[in-house]
C-alpha cells in the first residue's frame, strides 16, 4: 500500500538525514486527523514534482517531524491535459476537479460559458475559486500525485479561445459533434499538450462552438450518451491518456 502523503512546500533543501518540519494545518491534520504517531513512515510532497519520504520522530499540536530516508525528483508527466471546466452549478464544480484531479489532469480552468448557471462574481468568485483550489490539493494529495494540478482565474471566453490557439490537440464535447473522440490522432510526446473543453449544463452556445472552432479545436461526441457537466471531461480525458505511454 503507498504510504499517505502530505502537503510540504518547503523541500528544496530535503535530503537523506535532515530533519523536515511540517506546520500548521497539514501538520494538524496528519497528526489529529490522520493520527500519525512517531515511527511511522510518511510522503512528503512540494506539488512541484520534489517528494521527500521519511519516518516521523516528532509530533506536537501543529507540528510534525519527518527524517527523511529518501528524495525523488519527478519529471513533469505528459502529454500535458488541460480541462476548461465551465461553471456548473451547485456542489458539482468541486466534484468535477475533484475527479480530474486524480486522473492526471495538470490544469483546470475554470469557465464563465454564456450559458453556465453558476456566476462568480466579487466575493463569490473569491471563494469559489479557493474551494476549487482546495478540493484539487485535497485530491493531489489522496491520488498520491507529485505534481498538483494548477486551478487558474476565471476565464471568459475569449481568454479560451486564446489558450486553445496555445495547445496542440484542443476537443470540445458536443452531443451533436459529428466527429468522434476516438477517431483522433492523440499527441503523445512528452511536451505535448492537450486540452478538454467541457460545456455548461445548458449546453455550449453557437458562438463559443464557433470561436474554439476557429482557434483550432475539434468539436467531437463521447458517445450515444450524454454525460453531465460534472463527469463528462472525467470521460475524456480518461479515453485520450489511454493512448498515450501516461497510461501505457
Not at 504510504?3 to 510540504?8: F, G, N, Y
Not at 518547503?10 to 538525514?17: C, H, K, S, W
Not at 516528532?58 to 517531524?65: E, F, Q
Amino acid at each position: 500500500m503507498s504510504l499517505p502523503v502530505q502537503l510540504c512546500p518547503a523541500l528544496a533543501d530535503a535530503r537523506p538525514g535532515v530533519v523536515v518540519r511540517l506546520e500548521g494545518d497539514e501538520a494538524h491534520h496528519a497528526v489529529a486527523v490522520r493520527r500519525t504517531v512517531v515511527g511511522e513512515e510518511l510522503r512528503l510532497v512540494d506539488g512541484r514534482g520534489r517528494s521527500a519520504t521519511g519516518v516521523v520522530v516528532a509530533t506536537g499540536k501543529r507540528v510534525l517531524d519527518v527524517e527523511v530516508r529518501d528524495v525523488v525528483d519527478e519529471p513533469r508527466p505528459g502529454p500535458a491535459i488541460t480541462v476548461v471546466q465551465a461553471l456548473p452549478k451547485g456542489d458539482r464544480g468541486e466534484l468535477a476537479v475533484e475527479v480530474l484531479t486524480e486522473v492526471g489532469v495538470e490544469r483546470i480552468v475554470p469557465w464563465a460559458a454564456s450559458r453556465s448557471v453558476a456566476v462568480w462574481r466579487g466575493e463569490r468568485a473569491v471563494k469559489s475559486h479557493a474551494k476549487w483550489a482546495a478540493t484539487a490539493r485535497e485530491a493531489a494529495k489522496q491520488a498520491r500525485r507529485a505534481w498538483f494540478p494548477e486551478v487558474t482565474p476565471l476565464a471568459s471566453t475569449a481568454a479560451v479561445a486564446e489558450l486553445v490557439a496555445a495547445l496542440d490537440l484542443v476537443v470540445v464535447l458536443h452531443e451533436e459533434a459529428r466527429a468522434a473522440l476516438g477517431g483522433l490522432v492523440v499527441p503523445d510526446a512528452p511536451g505535448a499538450s492537450i486540452g478538454v473543453v467541457v460545456g455548461p449544463e445548458g449546453g455550449l452556445a453557437p458562438e463559443e462552438v464557433a470561436a474554439f472552432e476557429a482557434a483550432g479545436a475539434t468539436t467531437v461526441r463521447l458517445g450515444a450518451e450524454v454525460l453531465r457537466t460534472s463527469t463528462a471531461g472525467l470521460a475524456a480525458v480518461a479515453a485520450l491518456l489511454a493512448r498515450t505511454s501516461r497510461w501505457g
